[in-house]
């Protein structure tokens, strides 16, 4: 709880800078204009292929929060940067016209099928033209508009691979198609829902059986996270529910803690540079991100490296940091620490005079350098 209403506070008292504007589509689907709000973060240019896309509906709402908790969590290295496009339902009874579903049966009517469609093929093309396709494509809902993304699960080739569910107002007959496209799907997929006991009864029991389903889920491709609140209500459940949602999405994009450095990396029988490996190679394959190796995750391999006196992932680490930070004095540092261990001391001063002459990195000082290379001398 604390966590949660640390990302509350900040979401409202966190400095929105970065790039925000309003666009206007004179949409062919629903014959008339729409806006949306756009944000981009800083150095977006520098990051356009890496950067997710979060689709907002009721964007008239949640555009500050959603790009509040991206903001903060892109700036502790909890997610990556992301462009925030929110859709604008503030007229009446908007977002139940746009989402709106046959009572009977729980699908689209022909007003919210063309609503589907303008998001596809209208917004997200518009962001596709602008600023490149996004590969990573996030939609999020609340309420009523969270039954609606449901949606777009039954494309043979949804659009979207994360989905967030605010507190859906669920319409069961639903149930069972989600259940059959769930195991039919064939590529990774991200999808939370939110429920809370201070909801109307209701809602709280069609999320139930909703997140009843999710459970049984065998298909691994799919990652299911389920939030139970007790406070929030209809109104309030994403302030809540948004910031989890993307710290637990992104998970594994997250720097190694102390915590999995104790219980997993340290445990780990297989070579250290293993663990590196295929955590970034996992960040890949759920997120679609080739994420570059950061000083933190680096700092943590070598240190367990070292305690395991695993020389061959010292000589990876190097070789990684050479590719990766071929600027700085880290991978021929690594280099040395490498030769100095198996007692090639000549080789060793190379790589550390190498070092002097590339810039420094955090706990890899000029000093550090100068002190190994007098102590082989």
Known sequence: MKKILKYIVFSFTLYLNGQITSEKINSSYLNELRYVDIY???????????????????????????VSNVKYLSKIGYMPPAVVLGIRQDKLNQVYKDCEVNK???????????????????????????????????????????????HFIFSPNPIFS?????????????????????????SSMNYYVSNSTNLKSSQKKSISLLIDLLKEMKNEKINIIIDQFSNPDEFS????????????????????????????????????HVYLTEKY?????????RKKVILNDIAAIFEAAKRKNDI??????????????PE????????????????????ALKHYEKAYTYEP????????ILSKIESLK
């Open 162 to 186: 994360t989905y967030i569910s605010i507190t859906p107002e669920f319409n069961t007959s639903l149930i069972e198609p989600l259940k059959n496209s769930f195991e039919n799907n064939n």
């Open 312 to 325: 061959e992932s010292i000589f990876v680490l190097a070789d990684i940091c050479i590719n990766q930070y």
């Open 281 to 289: 190679l996992e960040i890949f394959q759920k997120l679609k991100i």
């Open 361 to 368: 990195i955090d706990f890899i000082t000029k000093e550090l």
């Open 237 to 272: 459940s994403p302030a809540y529910s948004i910031p989890m949602a993307l710290e637990k999405i992104f998970k594994i994009y997250q720097p190694i803690s102390p915590s999995e450095y104790r219980t997993k990396l340290l445990s780990n029988e297989n070579p250290t």
């Open 40 to 66: 981009l973060p800083d150095n977006f240019s520098e990051n356009i292929i890496k950067t997710p896309l979060i689709v907002l509906l009721e964007g008239n709402e949640l555009f500050d929060i959603v």
């Open 104 to 150: 009977n049966q729980g699908f689209l009517t022909d007003f919210s099928q063309n609503f589907m469609n303008f998001i596809v093929s209208e917004v997200i093309a518009l962001i596709s033209k602008k600023y490149g396709d996004p590969f990573l494509k996030i939609i999020i809902g609340k309420n009523y508009s969270a039954n609606f993304i449901n």
């Open 328 to 347: 700085k004095m880290i991978g021929h540092y690594f280099n040395g620490i490498g030769h100095e261990l198996i007692n090639e001391n000549k080789k």
